[in-house]
């Protein structure tokens, strides 16, 4: 018998999305806290405990507060907010992407039951739908391999919602095909992978090429999901063209005089 709430949805816009979820009666969908965009009145909204599956129910306090740790592990709140439809017809609630990118919907019972995903990546899901740590196996994939020790693991049968920066696209790797990729670049896998890093050629390449010290290493076979601006470049372009915390000057970009402002150019008193 299938355990997660069977939900539908339709997803709006394009490079700004969000995800509109219709719930029957008594239906119910888990978000993360701050994705609400809107919601019908008759949604009952609850703060709760841990990944709000209801696997975790029948074990008391103890078995709550183990359910949110895992989720403090993986640099999530200990909270997250569920949406019940307390009406007797469809009602909907919608849930927005927290930066320019693409909602990826994901029926978890077409993967075995198990998604792999980068920490920031989870959005929503239908209630019964797992969320839990996942430790890389390799301590060098775990140091270097830009989403830090810890990835999310998102368990059961039923739609998951990720989020992630700029064009999405899936790719299905064969047994034995390898896929090498910037890290950061990486949203979710299959179960089926495997994930590892390594050095990103000679020792001048991986000074001087720009692309990083390290590559993400993808051995099939499996699916793989990959997105083409992780938020952490753009957060770094961001931060480089503002000059920093201090302010600094600025760039001028698009014009001829480069890093030289018009107040340089005349002088300044």
Known sequence: ???????????HGDDMQFVEIQLDQNETIIAEAGAMMYMDQNIRMETIFGDGSGSDEGKGLMGKVLGAGKRVLTGESLFMTSFTNTAPDRKSVAFA???????VPLDLAEYSG??????????CAAKGIRVEIAFQKKVGAGLFGGEGFIMQRLLGDGLSFLHAGGTIIQKELAPGEVLKLDTGCLVA???????????????????????????ATLRGPGHVWLQSLPFSRLANRMYAASGGMGGGKSKDEGSL???????DLFGRD
């Open 1 to 11: 018998m299938k355990r997660a709430h069977e939900v539908d949805f339709k997803v």
């Open 97 to 103: 992407a927290p930066y320019p990118g693409r909602i």
């Open 114 to 123: 198990e998604i792999i995903c980068q920490r920031d990546a989870f959005l």
């Open 189 to 215: 896998m299959t179960n089926t992978i495997n994930y590892d890093v390594e050095m990103a050629g000679n020792v001048k390449s991986a000074l001087f090429g720009g692309e990083g010290l390290f590559l």
């Open 257 to 263: 005089l480069g890093n030289i402002g018009i107040g």
